[in-house]
Each structure stands twice: as C-alpha cells, then as structure tokens.
C-alpha cells in the first residue's frame, strides 16, 4: 500500500495522533491516487490530443518514474491507453464523461472496505456496530467519487484550469 502524500511515517518525527494539527495535514488518499488524478485530468484537458510521459510529468508536476507507474496501472485498468511512435503517447480510454474519479482511484489504489471482522473473531457473523458504520462511510465516499466525471471536474475547471496552459510554460521551456 502507498505512503499517504506528505507522510512521514515511522521517523522520530512523527507527530503525536492527538495533534490536530497534524492530523489535519494527513491527506485521506495516498500519492499514487494524488498523481493518477492529476494525470487522467490533464489528460481529460486536452483530449482528444495524445501526450507524452514528458509532457505528462512537466504539466501535472509529477517525478517522470513515478508517473511511469500511474500511467501502466491506468492503461492496465483500461482508464488510459497507450501508443508508441512519433505521434503517440498516453490518451484517455474512454471519454472524459464516462470515466469517474471512482474510475481512477480503483485503478491504482482501491478503497478499503471493511468486509469481515478486523479482528478475526469467528462469533463475528456480520460486522459489528462499528466497524458497519466504517463500511457505511467508505461505501458513501466511493458513492460520491463515482457521482463526479472527469469530464465535470473539466467543466468546473473553465474558470481557473488547474494546470498552466501550453502558452504559459513556453518561456520556462516545460
């Protein structure tokens, strides 16, 4: 499983479960989700036009070997597809309004559910009280990603893109 973006777990460093502070700055998604979701929304940006690795990497902000990894599990889980040559490059699978946020998440690291009891304990039919609501909560959260399409996030996004435009990264040479 992935650290979660900006972790520092297992250092001397790391902040006490009580600090709210701290907690507040626990993202409840890990990076690989955080770099998959940059990706398939450029992507979603400028369809129908294919886009290097490269290009990918210098938009989104994302480590070149790192989004190497995103886009073969994207393309492995039918979210993006990939094609070689002059000309070729990384495009949507299907279109921007049938690919969910849900889509992408569960392409590169799915939410957990909570199927049997965490603690093992046979008498355990059905999940207890707790660990239902947990569920619940999880199955409200995955409701809610599969509710909101790339191609919404798109449309929200006409106002203030949330990548720079090709024109804009022209005099840094990106």
């Not at 599990?73 to 990939?82: E, I, R, T």
């Not at 509710?147 to 949330?162: G, H, K, N, R």
Request: charged residues 20%; glycine residues 4%; hydrophobic residues 40%.
């Amino acid at each position: 499983m992935d650290k979660p973006v900006n972790s520092s777990k297992g250092s001397a460093a790391d902040p006490s479960p009580h600090d709210a502070a701290a907690r507040a700055k626990r993202p409840m998604f890990s990076q690989t989700v955080e770099y998959a979701l940059r990706a398939t929304v450029y992507l979603a940006s400028i369809t129908p036009t294919a886009a290097s690795a490269d290009r990918i990497s210098a938009a989104t902000q994302v480590p070149q070997g790192y989004l190497s990894k995103v886009m073969r599990d994207l393309v492995v889980a039918g979210v993006a597809q990939s094609q070689r040559g002059p000309r070729g490059g990384f495009t949507l699978a299907r279109p921007a309004e049938q690919l969910t946020i849900l889509d992408v998440v569960n392409a590169v690291d799915p939410i957990q559910r909570i199927l049997r009891c965490p603690l093992g304990n046979p008498c355990h039919t059905k999940l207890c009280p707790l660990h239902e609501r947990l569920d619940r909560a999880a199955a409200d959260i995955e409701r809610s990603l599969a509710a909101t399409t790339l191609a919404e996030l798109i449309t929200s996004f006409a106002v203030s893109p949330p990548f720079p435009t090709e024109a804009a990264r022209q005099p840094w040479g990106i």
